[in-house]
């Protein structure tokens, strides 16, 4: 194991982060990536990242990464962190996780593997300067409760750091907290967390001084979010959700009463107090899986999911129940796995298979629909906006650069030559990419 010497955050960033309203702290992430998008919605308006690479352009460096992982890469000051699944031999004998649908009929995924091998679930943490191995922690190891999708990790949360601390997930087998040296300071055990054999995907949020976690599952029997002390991993309050299995990781919004925690989910969208876990209210669910992470915008949240049907509903944070908090709805061009974008009151939709849409944020209003990006491409990575250009990335290895606006614009396809399937982080002047093999860090080479 690599050890590094310790990298104190300024006092007043984590200030900013841990206690400033939603805006100030949205303010103080621009040189930093702390969790899942970001800060949960994928802009950045100002950075100063090339728009133009190549597997021998603008590269900073590429990192070899061991194992499997969907999760992005999170950046705090001079340290990155990841985590990954590094599969073993097979053990004979298991029994793979029992699961049963609502009309009572056992269920497995025809695309579930994973859950007879051992594993080791890791954190690791890359010098973001020089793409060095700091170090390594092995935060579980054995045979995982229940299986993964063939497409998917059993390292796909992304982790959270308040620069004390990360926060790594794995689902059933645990949500775990190391300092910046790896070192493992407390860990909470969720419970069985059923994924219906695919695996689970949604990723730890930090409010305050709690931990949010949202752990649905299955049948929505056990489901439930709670709130954790950051600093012990002692549960400050817990509410329980007759929601079935969801992946989308939460989103945080200034209501007009308060800051609020929006949850996607197939029975019902609901909106949270994150101090308290208290329901301040719902709308129509998604009546499909709920992948994609909310979208907040001035005074509209967006819920999407792709599949088995294709919907957005968009609503007013603060809203009440029923279909009269729903301000519009669109049933084309979501996807089933990435999470839109909004940015300057436009929602981009992008389905799985690179079809792009710009809707009006408030009104819902088509600006336009169904763009095909120039090559094929098969999205599972999320798209960010960088500066004004959205950043769309393929499993073929391809980025595309498009403009932001009511006009569809492609002003760039850059190729890495590697498989991506994580969403990217943006620190500073320098844009992540976890490939299927490596983590790379493209900044403009002329400017070091």
């Known amino acids: 194991m690599f050890r590094s010497s310790p990298l104190l955050a300024p006092t007043t960033m984590l200030a900013l982060l841990l206690g400033a309203p939603l805006a100030a702290r949205e303010r103080a992430i621009e040189t930093r990536w702390p969790g899942w998008r970001g800060h949960g919605q ?71 593997v994973g859950d007879d091998r051992r594993h080791k679930f890791a954190l690791l943490s890359l010098d973001a300067r020089t793409g060095r191995m700091l170090w390594q922690r092995v935060l579980w190891e054995g045979v995982p409760s229940d299986s993964r999708h063939r497409k998917a990790s059993f390292a796909s949360p992304t982790p959270v750091t308040d620069g004390e601390r990360v926060y790594a997930y794995f689902g059933t087998e645990g949500l775990y907290a190391c300092d910046l040296q790896g070192r493992l300071v407390w860990t909470f055990d969720p419970g069985t967390v059923a994924s219906f054999s695919v695996g689970v995907g949604t990723s730890p949020v930090l409010y305050g001084e709690l931990l949010i976690l949202l752990a649905d599952e299955d049948n929505g029997e056990k489901s439930y979010i709670a709130g954790l002390d950051r600093r012990t991993g002692k549960v400050v309050w817990r509410t329980p959700r007759n929601v079935e299995l969801s992946w989308a990781t939460p989103a945080l919004v200034k209501g007009p009463d308060g800051d609020e925690l929006l949850t996607a989910g197939n029975q019902a969208n609901i909106a949270y107090d994150p101090k308290s876990g208290r329901e301040l209210w719902r709308a129509q669910g998604l009546e499909s899986n709920a992948i994609a992470t909310p979208l907040v915008g001035d005074r509209v949240a967006v819920f999407s999911s792709g599949y088995p049907t294709k919907i957005s509903l968009a609503v007013r944070p603060g809203a009440g129940a029923g279909t009269k908090a729903i301000l519009w709805r669109y049933d084309k061009g ?115």
Request: proline share 9%.
């Open 42 to 112: 994928g802009v950045v308006p100002d950075a100063t990242i090339p728009l133009e690479w190549s597997e021998t352009k603008n590269i900073l460096w590429k990192t070899p990464i061991a194992g499997r992982g969907l999760s992005s890469p999170i950046v705090w000051d001079s340290q990155i962190f990841l985590t990954t699944a590094i599969e073993g031999d097979v053990v004979p004998g298991v029994k793979p996780m029992r699961h049963v649908q609502p009309d009572g009929t056992e269920f497995r995924h025809p695309e579930a």
């Open 334 to 448: 979501s996807a089933y796995v990435p999470s839109p974008v909004l940015y300057e009151n436009h929602v981009y939709l992008v389905t799985d298979k690179g079809l792009v849409t710009c809707l009006d944020a408030q009104t819902g209003a088509v600006r336009y629909e169904g763009r095909r990006l120039p090559v094929p491409a098969t999205l599972l990575a999320s798209p960010i906006v960088v500066d004004g250009r959205l950043l769309f990335m393929s499993q073929e290895g391809d980025t595309f650069v498009v403009k932001a606006g009511p006009e569809f614009a492609v002003e760039r396809v850059n190729a890495l030559g590697e498989p991506i399937s994580a969403s990217p982080a943006v620190a500073g002047d320098t844009l992540f990419i976890r490939g299927e093999k490596h983590l790379f860090a493209i900044a403009a080479m002329q400017s070091r």
